[in-house]
């Protein structure tokens, strides 16, 4: 049964051929909700915090190639070493990467954590991203998405999750999942597809953006994923050509590579 809708054989039969094949009258605005129905009957609904912008930059960087274990740890050695941004900014380039080095790349990522807290403070005078409220969500996705090494994901994730500004980042769980369920294609940037499906809802978005990287963590894996668990399956579109567990599913050059 589908939102309430009663399949007995009382209930009109436009009713009753939704419920017992939703996949006929289910358009892919219809499937996001029912998504995040199902996601949430079945982790319950995640708790969502506000997050600094600058932090969550910072955290974004240090996530790469690494677990969230691993990037808090070295968030937290990095805050213990310096105590404030502007000191990291200030900081030699070999004092942070011996602070983050638990997360793994830490070269790459102490360069990188340097130099966007460089390009911020030129930009603005001071490390402060709170103008970004004051500009229109295109504005501000525009300016984010100019800061060296931020795409569209990471420039989701400071709107969506610093601002509540409704833009829907998609990480390699979410366009996996996405696109078993037919929602986007395999390759190419998912993020403006799913911007027009998903209602600019910031609370919608916060949800469904952790709950689908929950589920494609725990359960739809690149490879052999544990569909028997899923309660996507009814309208699962990869489920009903390759069945309920299968060894071929294959992992795209997006699933090694990823994206910002
Ligand atoms: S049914 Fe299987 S392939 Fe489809 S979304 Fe769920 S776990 Fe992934």
Request: aromatic letters at 6%; charged letters at 25%; a negative charge.
């Amino acid at each position: 049964m589908i939102h309430g809708i009663d399949p007995s054989d009382d209930a009109p039969v436009v009713l009753r051929a939704i419920a017992l094949y939703p996949r006929i009258a289910m358009n892919d605005a219809a499937k996001i909700a029912w998504i995040a129905d199902r996601l949430i009957d079945q982790f319950g609904a995640p708790e969502v915090e506000v997050i600094d912008p600058i932090e969550n930059l910072v955290l974004t960087i240090l996530s790469q190639n690494t677990t969230d274990v691993n990037r808090d740890r070295a968030f937290a050695s990095l805050m213990a070493r310096f105590e404030t941004f502007e000191q990291v900014r200030l900081a030699p380039l070999d004092e942070i990467a011996a602070a983050i080095q638990v997360g793994g790349l830490q070269q790459q990522k102490s360069r990188s954590i340097r130099e966007t807290l460089e390009w911020i403070t030129n930009e603005r005078g001071s490390l402060e991203l709170e103008f970004l409220n004051d500009l229109s969500l295109l504005d501000a996705l525009k300016w984010l998405t100019a800061l060296p090494g931020v795409g569209p994901k990471t420039a989701g994730i400071v709107l969506l999750f610093s601002f509540g500004r409704p833009f829907f980042p998609a990480d390699t769980h979410i366009r996996r999942v996405m696109s078993r369920m037919g929602l986007v294609s395999e390759r190419g940037n998912p993020h403006p597809r799913l911007n027009d499906l998903i209602p600019a809802d910031p609370l919608l978005m916060q949800q469904l953006h952790l709950l689908a990287i929950r589920l494609g963590r725990e359960l739809c894996h690149p490879r052999k994923p544990e569909c028997e668990r899923c309660s996507l399956r009814s309208e699962c579109l990869w489920i009903r050509t390759h069945g309920s567990t299968s060894e071929d599913a294959v992992t795209s050059p997006i699933e090694k590579g990823g994206s910002n």
